[in-house]
């Protein structure tokens, strides 16, 4: 048994026949800094290793019939009590289409679990008898379906992860982050100062950080009112939100006559 490190932050057990995509998080970027700095702790479940047939499957046929099959049930569930065995008292996730819609928000609550299992169904999915005894909760990344539940656990581990202290370097940029405020970021720009006949806007070069400030706040407004209407329904907004996004709005309408 692998020893748990001192300074691990947060423990995720992966129940998956294919651990190996799982490379594309735990290889890369700032996911895999911080599980070689031991903050994110991964492990892997493989039902096949549980697969006591000949011929090692992991998937059965649905009773009463139908197209497709579903993951065995023996294999996939020795797989999680083995999981659960070693990460004591973990939230069992299972992703699906019927689970819950993963929000920003919720990532928050996710984080003080501490330690997660993901089941990653393949096929059509699992035996219900798993979901009602073994699972805690049901999430899904959106409303599309995937070929397994894989990619959907690489979501949500990448979108935990980078909350946690000390995974990203800097704490302003996950402050400021798109949705950390529910809005959409403000347009950036980067060096060079004129390029193709396209500036970056005057008050970015000024120095001014309280001009700035007040420029990107309501091009964030602006911006989330065109792209996301819905968001800012949400919101409640300050004094100064309303005159800026007042501001922007009669702008536009006078750039776009309507
Ligand atoms: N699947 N959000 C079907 C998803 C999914 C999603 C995962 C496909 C489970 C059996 N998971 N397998 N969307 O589409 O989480």
Wanted: net charge positive; proline share 4%.
């Amino acid at each position: 048994m692998k020893k748990q490190h001192n300074n691990t932050i947060i423990w995720f057990d992966i129940i998956t026949i294919f651990p190996e995509m799982f490379r594309a998080i735990s290889d890369f970027g700032i996911i895999g800094r911080a599980i070689k700095k031991k903050i994110i702790d991964v492990n892997f479940f493989n039902p096949r290793n549980f697969a006591e047939n000949k011929y090692k499957s992991v998937d059965d046929r649905p009773y009463g019939g139908g197209p497709g099959m579903l993951m065995s049930f023996k294999p996939l569930y020795l797989a999680i009590q083995k999981s659960k065995s070693i990460l004591k008292d973990a939230t069992v996730i299972y992703l699906t289409p019927q689970g819950k819609e993963l929000q920003q928000n919720d990532l928050k609550r996710l984080i003080s679990k501490k330690k997660i299992i993901f089941i990653c169904g393949r096929y059509e999915g699992i035996d219900q008898r798993i979901i009602d005894n073994q699972v805690d909760e049901e999430w899904s990344i959106g409303n599309y379906i995937l070929t397994g539940g894989e990619l959907a656990a690489m979501v949500m581990i990448d979108a935990i992860s980078r909350l946690i202290p000390g995974v990203i370097k800097s704490k302003k940029s996950i402050e400021e982050d798109s949705f950390s405020n529910n809005l959409l970021d403000y347009p950036n720009y980067t060096r060079p100062k004129m390029i193709q006949k396209m500036s970056v806007p005057e008050l970015l070069l000024s120095g001014n950080h309280d001009q700035i400030r007040t420029w990107r706040l309501k091009q964030a407004l602006g911006t989330t009112w065109i792209k996301r209407p819905d968001l800012l329904e949400k919101k409640l907004l300050t004094l100064e939100e309303k005159i800026l996004l007042a501001e922007f709005k009669k702008k536009f309408r006078e750039k776009n006559n309507c």
